[in-house]
């Protein structure tokens, strides 16, 4: 099973859920931080990682020699990676998508791939929970590409536990396609439940079931529980805003390991998820 956790807005406690799950759970998981752009789960889970990859995507070349300014390339190009300026084919390496599609459509063979670096790939391991995250390079703007990377890393037929950057746009959505269920994460404020009203429209669009976790539970008002019930999306587990729990966060413990109490919790919100996903149901 995949589970994806992901909220319509950073700082809400995604990491605290996905590292304190795979900590619960602790055997044949797999955890991938998705946030490629800044990536935090290995500074709660401190994972010994023994293998390192950097990543590349291909992007087009074009001899010029070869060129006959036919622009089929430019056409079939849905990102504007490649253009026609006067005289000149212009390629733009940091838009492209590195699909080949202007490659297959050039007549002449004028166009060649070569890479572009987009980050790097780390692997390793925390007892028996296997560790993969991405780092993109800086100056990046394509982080998808390192997403799917990531994401075709996970190895096995158990658990994999993926924290999605936060969000609603294309590197969320590559982080919760094709998985069996999302969790949101929020908090109980006017702006918590704007960004999650934003981030379960986009999980109803994925026909992906789902539910909530609301961190710092006691604060704020009852708008989140309001949403969820006119929504008919599970409230799986609150987090209280506890003293204790932001001091290990602080220090960078995992909760289920300095409060051992939660790691019954988390337990029960695994085996509540996978009685919604066997039972079929999509919100």
Request: proline content about 6%; hydrophobic content about 40%; charged content about 25%.
């Amino acid at each position: 099973m995949i589970i994806s956790i992901a909220s319509g807005k950073g700082g809400t406690g995604k990491t605290t859920v996905a590292t304190n799950l795979a900590a619960s759970i602790n055997t044949n998981v797999h955890l991938l931080d998705c946030d490629v752009e800044e990536p935090n789960a290995h500074l709660f889970l401190n994972p010994v990682i023994d293998r390192t990859e950097t990543i590349t995507v291909p992007v087009p070349e074009i001899d010029e020699s070869k060129c006959t300014l036919c622009g089929k390339c430019c056409d079939i190009c849905q990102f504007r990676a490649i253009v026609r300026i006067a005289d000149t084919i212009l390629p733009f390496s940091n838009l492209c998508h590195g699909c080949g599609g202007c490659m297959e459509a050039c007549p002449e063979g004028a166009i060649t791939e070569t890479g572009r670096e987009l980050g790097v790939i780390e692997k390793g391991y925390k007892n028996s929970i296997a560790f993969i995250h991405g780092r993109l390079r800086v100056g990046e703007a394509m982080s998808p590409p390192l997403i799917k990377k990531v994401r075709k890393m996970a190895e096995g037929n158990g658990l994999t536990i993926i924290d999605a950057p936060p969000g609603t746009s294309c590197p969320v959505i590559s982080a919760m396609k094709d998985t069996d269920f999302v969790i949101l994460v929020t908090e109980p404020t006017p702006f918590g439940l704007n960004d999650l009203k934003l981030a379960a429209g986009a999980v109803k669009i994925l026909g992906i079931p789902c539910g909530i976790i609301i961190n710092r539970s006691d604060m704020g008002d009852d708008g989140v529980k309001q949403f969820a019930a006119d929504e008919g999306i599970p409230v799986l587990m609150e987090i209280p805003f506890d003293r204790k729990i932001a001091e290990s966060y602080s220090r960078g413990e995992l909760i289920v390991e300095s409060i051992p109490e939660w790691r019954e919790k988390f337990i029960g919100l695994y085996d509540s998820i996978k009685k919604i996903v066997t039972s079929g149901e999509i919100n």
